[in-house]
């Protein structure tokens, strides 16, 4: 009986030994998880930094590559060509319509999407795969900020990435101080030709557009990135006209 007893206490002992040498694995694998909130208010996290990474939208290439990951991008989408270096990563259709095959195949063991530029089935379906999917989209200059330091988060490259971010900030608090006291400018900010759009002044370009010493004629516009017609911009009667360098794609994410 004494040595029934004795042996169930070992076996007790080391059961508790192996759930606590468990816990504290799992402890430390958590504790090393790179965790980080996307524009969905979605909570993100890897057990590891990402080495593979899918950016599906021209703005999420490029703010990956500010985040100083650009040597971990194994794919794009059409018009991401800044940095120059982009131009020669495969890409896998537009921001509108993904190769999903083309993609899975590469396996990027993250993918960085638009929140309103991406196909929200299509991104389902690679969740759905099991591919973990971190959606950005900033709104304001902080949002930019904050989107480099959170990708280089997940990609581990944090120093490269915080010194980005913080430099933009300076930059545009810079910005932002030069115009202050200047008597605005009337600006019209071109989006597209055809049909012709705007934006108004809850859009990044918008905001960025005020701290550079501008007003935008069509900043009350109630919808994010306005339709509008030519009337409508010779009425407004603008001191400058600025047209994005991309105004003439057919993808602006």
């Excluded at 070992?10 to 909130?37: E, F, K, M």
């Excluded at 030069?178 to 600006?187: C, G, K």
């Excluded at 069509?218 to 400058?240: H, K, S, T, W, Y």
Aim: net charge negative; glycine share 8%; aromatic share 6%.
């Amino acid at each position: 009986m004494f040595i029934l007893v004795n042996k169930s206490s070992y076996l007790v002992r080391g059961a508790l030994g192996l759930a606590l040498l468990l816990l504290s694995s799992v402890s430390h694998a958590h504790d090393h998880s790179r965790c980080a909130v996307d524009d969905r208010d979605r909570e993100i996290c890897l057990y590891n930094a990402a080495q593979r990474i899918a950016t599906l939208s021209p703005g999420a290439t490029e703010l990956t590559f500010a985040a100083g990951a650009g040597d971990q991008v194994v794919s794009v989408v059409s018009y991401s060509d800044y940095p120059s270096e982009a131009t020669q990563i495969t890409s896998v259709g537009s921001h509108t319509r993904i190769d999903l095959e083309a993609l899975v195949g590469l396996a990027p063991d993250l993918v960085i999407g638009w929140v309103t530029g991406n196909p929200a089935e299509q991104l389902e379906t690679l969740e759905a795969l099991g591919m973990p999917v971190f959606y950005i989209e900033p709104r304001d200059v902080e949002g930019v900020a904050s989107a480099i330091e959170r990708l280089a988060r997940l990609a581990g490259t944090e120093a490269a990435g915080q010194a980005v971010a913080d430099n933009f900030r300076q930059t545009m608090d810079e910005i932002d101080a030069r115009y202050a006291d200047r008597e605005p400018v009337a600006t019209f900010y071109q989006v597209w030709d055809e049909p012709l759009m705007s934006v108004n002044d809850q859009h990044l370009i918008g905001q960025v557009v005020e701290m550079c010493g501008g007003e935008n004629v069509f900043g009350e516009q109630a919808r994010l990135v306005p339709r509008i017609d030519d009337e409508a911009v010779l009425a407004a009667n603008p001191e400058a006209i600025v047209a994005g360098a991309w105004a003439k794609r057919t993808d602006t994410g």
